[in-house]
């Protein structure tokens, strides 16, 4: 059976008992990261020991989304230092967020993620989307299953193609109310675009610490048809 676990919910900074943004795909023996923001890694490796995992997605150089990339390269590296790099999707600015030590290059293969790739039966596919910072949401299809996850975005057209007819699609949901910044979404605008898109269910991440979850998933599912559930540290949800 396919899952996807969630490894941090939160935006901007851990609320406490919780992480940031971060996610694991488990299909068909093959174990997708995407994205590790701050405390992400220590639920990781409770379900992956010594961080054996087989590629990780990065979505953007915020540190709610790459902080624990670190940490990661870390466990990677001197769990069993001969070990082969282990490949890395991501805009080149993540880079940035590599310490010298070890050395990055040893620890990671480098791709950048507006390149289509493939991680054993998985294809992954970048999209960019409008943000503070270059981020690229991610499309994760792969026979019987498809999978999208926005990373951070504002409104924009690229969001239906990047869910289409997506089994399950993963929507950043930071904002309660109007705002000025568009480079964040509302719940009901991630309940929208989850529609426009056609996907099968939706998952609502990255919530402000301290704001009311359950009224974002009642917002989101004035927008969207299908099930809506919202992201919470520790959930597994089935796939497909």
């Known amino acids: 059976m396919s899952r996807l676990h969630v490894l941090g919910s939160c935006g901007a900074w851990p609320e406490p008992g919780r992480a940031c943004s971060g996610f694991l795909l488990d299909h068909a023996g093959v174990r997708i990261v995407l994205d590790l923001g701050y405390g992400t890694v220590s639920r990781l490796l409770q379900l992956c020991p010594d961080g054996m995992v087989d590629a990780v997605v990065v979505t953007h150089a915020h540190p709610d989304h790459c902080a624990d990339l670190t940490a990661l390269g870390r466990a990677w590296h001197f769990a069993e230092p001969r070990r082969t790099p282990l490949p890395l999707f991501c805009p080149p600015e993540v880079l940035a967020w590599l310490e010298p030590r070890p050395d990055p290059h040893t620890v990671f293969a480098v791709h950048d993620l507006a390149e289509p790739a493939r991680v054993g039966p998985v294809e992954l596919s970048g999209v960019p989307l409008p943000h503070h910072v270059p981020n690229l949401g991610v499309r994760l299809a792969a026979p019987g299953l498809t999978v999208a996850y926005t990373g951070d975005t504002g409104p924009a057209p690229e969001l239906a193609e990047l869910g289409r007819d997506a089994d399950l699609f993963v929507v ?69």
């Open 172 to 240: 950043e949901a930071t904002l309660q109310g109007p705002r000025t910044d568009r480079y964040l979404l509302t719940a009901g605008e991630a309940g929208r675009w989850a529609a426009r898109a056609g996907a099968r269910r939706l998952l609502p991440t990255h919530f402000w610490p301290g704001s009311d979850r359950s009224f974002s998933v009642r917002a989101a599912a004035a927008a969207f048809p299908g099930e809506v559930l919202a992201a919470a540290d520790g959930m597994v949800v089935d796939l497909p």
